[in-house]
């Protein structure tokens, strides 16, 4: 498995709290993608990047900014935290070419009470 | 924009079963066809992919072929074990945005 590392694993916060939650990668992958999984709606694309600097929003992107200052590094930020962003957060990279897999982090629960 | 739909689930079959689980998509241009899985406690994992019209992907006995003609992706398996149990999604890439259907879960019973 490409290694991928989700931090925090686990995060529970206050509404209108600012969170962070990283994404770490040693493969070198150029594309990386932000995914929430919620029952009932399946895995939503939030953001995605293909290079350093560049972004894009996907699905859900309303409420959520990222940053990729790094090739390894892809953050997803919640401005400011709202219930209804409870929620299970997945990291995906992906490297150029035909394979196109998507290798998942192991995600972060998170929960705005 | 871009999207998948996946059939409905849970999907409840017993041991030796044959399996479809449906999928259509919409998207402009020829996305790249996927079905992932997710078994119980773990992330997601790639099970069978196709790249173009008429393409079919296999992998563990799954197979599933690219329909341009009715925009379908649809997963088969001939002879379904307890061990499949898990939820399938199907997803698509179109120029490196990739997005997933809602998921179905299956439940094979023994």
């Known amino acids: 498995d490409a290694g991928i590392t989700q931090s925090p694993r686990h995060k529970v916060t206050e509404t209108g709290t600012p969170v962070t939650l990283r994404c770490h990668q040693t493969?070198?992958?150029?594309?990386m993608y932000w995914y929430r999984q919620d029952p009932g709606h399946g895995l939503r694309l939030i953001h995605y990047s293909y290079g350093v600097k560049d972004t894009d929003k996907g699905e859900v992107s309303d409420g959520y900014s990222v940053s990729r200052s790094k090739t390894e590094d892809f953050l997803l930020t919640l401005e400011s935290a709202t219930s209804s962003q409870t929620s299970v957060y997945f990291c995906a990279t992906r490297a150029p070419g035909a394979n196109e897999k998507l290798f998942f982090g192991s995600g972060t629960q998170l929960s705005v009470l | 924009g871009d999207s998948v739909t996946q059939m409905e689930g849970p999907v409840t079959l017993s041991e030796e079963a044959f399996l479809t689980i449906n999928c259509t998509y919409t998207?402009?241009?020829?996305?790249?066809l996927f079905w992932y899985v997710q078994y119980p406690g773990e992330g997601l994992q790639l099970l069978l992919k196709a790249t173009k019209a008429d393409d079919k992907g296999s992998n563990k006995g799954f197979e599933a072929t690219y329909r341009k003609e009715t925009t379908s992706f649809h997963l088969e398996k001939g002879s379904v074990q307890v061990s499949d149990s898990a939820v399938y999604f199907c997803a698509l890439n179109r120029d490196d945005k990739i997005i997933f259907g809602k998921g179905t879960r299956l439940h094979i019973l023994p």
């Open positions: 493969e070198n992958h150029r594309y």
């Open positions: 998207a402009t241009g020829y996305p790249s």
